[in-house]
């Protein structure tokens, strides 16, 4: 099992004093089975001594104590894996490449860092007392054993053919959780959108009609395909049971048929085997749940080994120097192509040549689906390169040097985010938002408390305009803007096109502005257009 593989290399305790602890607890479970039974035995002959008492006492305590530190131990390393796990695949997301990431998709990544992780720690109780329930047994076999071989026949023929029943179930079982967790999948991925959707489903009550339609179809399958497992397992429990029920009958009434040495230890063998009952029920109801987070754990290291293969290159060998403010950045020949769903080649962008520098304003225009979005992924280095080279001042970037490059950019995409505490941003730089804030009319919205924005709550402009305040927090020699001013009023429009793109320039900042407003295109040092995934130079 991955999990017990997992826990046996990555455990931080010695595993054979939870081996230790598991089969003691078992014993101790055992001794008490046998000195209830040779109580009741000695009660028919005037009463048990207080020897007896007192080994009841101390097997009791020590089951106690044992069961405690086997289940403590367990949430202790189960707990450290699922957090271990949960930083390498964080660590993962944040080195991996955008395509890799666009391929795995939100919903799977968000769904293993919660959901599964989740599963993998609700095991906890059950993944302890199940192993010791799992000793147990076999200890209370063995007593069985030294009580009647008949009877201990009995017993190992039925727990042989009930694990060998379980184990040939167990391959559909594991069919059926692969296809619900799909299902359940594709119901997150739907909830997601229509969460995202809001906007378009008010605005057309059919398709807001269809869109509830089609989730509750989804969440049907989902709830048919869980249920189909629930019972699968029910069964078997009622099975395993019953059949434990009949193991008991025929030790009653079959076995003294075929010995005659049974019948002095009938009753202290039947009441061992009612004892197991308790046990095998653990054991059958903890088959489940360990197998849930099973296939959780399998499916945390799939993702973290998928993060891994996606894993940009330049993660495993880069250089911690910093680099210098780019005077100039370069592209021969750079250029990107799209796989498309069965992994053949699809849209492709370049080969792009171009050159940047610093002081001069780049203005990158064109229609819809000409490449613009994937030119600056590119140029960032967000995407991996199909060809072609960019270069600094010179020198070509190569995967050891692509993090210190991207160190000195700034960018607010189209799709951009905020956070709210100012990540990556010097507390000596956090005074400077005062100004800034005030500069694009944002000082009686948002305020800085303590390395934090007081609010995200904006508009659509104010929010942009905030992302344009981080960019300026951070003080980068190059800045990207994607579409900046298409959010903004005329009045910051214009400040955008007359003050504040030339007070870059004058800073000797270059900046590189995707924008289709032509009317400004003279504030431009170069207007570049793309047309099909490729540059076309104008005038500016």
Known sequence: MTMIRQLRSEMSSNPRWLVFLT????????????VINIAAAQAQSGGAGIRLVLLFLVTTALYAATQKAVTGICATEVEGLVDRLRGDVVEGIRHSDMQSLDEIGQAKAFSALTRDCQTVSRCVP???VGAQDAVTLLFVALYVAWLSL????????FLVLAVMLHWRRMADLRQETSRAEAAEMELFDGLGGMLRGQKE?????QRGLEVVGDLAEISRRTRMAKTAIKQRWSREFA??????YVLVGVMVFVVPMVTTTFHTEAIQATTAAMFMIGPIGTVVQA?????DAEHALTGLYALKERLRGGRAAEAESTTTAPMAPPQEIVLSDLGYRYPDDKGESGFS???LNARFRAGEITFITGGNGSGKSTFLRLLVGLVPASGGTLSVDGEIVTEARMQAYRDTISAVFSDYHLFRPLYGIAPEAWPNAGPLLEKLGLDRKVRVEDGRFSTLALSAGQRKRLALVVAELEDKPVLILDEWAADQDPHFRHLFYEE?????RAQGKMVICVTHDDRWFGVADRVLAMREGAFVEGTG
């Open 349 to 351: 962008v370049g080969p």
């Open 150 to 157: 008949a009877a201990f026949g009995a017993v190992t023929l």
């Open 500 to 504: 504040i793109l030339p007070a870059y």
């Open 23 to 34: 089969i003691l607890s078992a014993c101790s479970t055992t001794l008490i089975l046998a």
């Open 201 to 205: 489903i008010r605005l057309n009550e």
């Open 239 to 244: 099975g395993i049971q019953l059949a434990f």
């Open 287 to 291: 088959v489940p749940i360990i197998g």
């Open 126 to 128: 059950m993944l302890a």
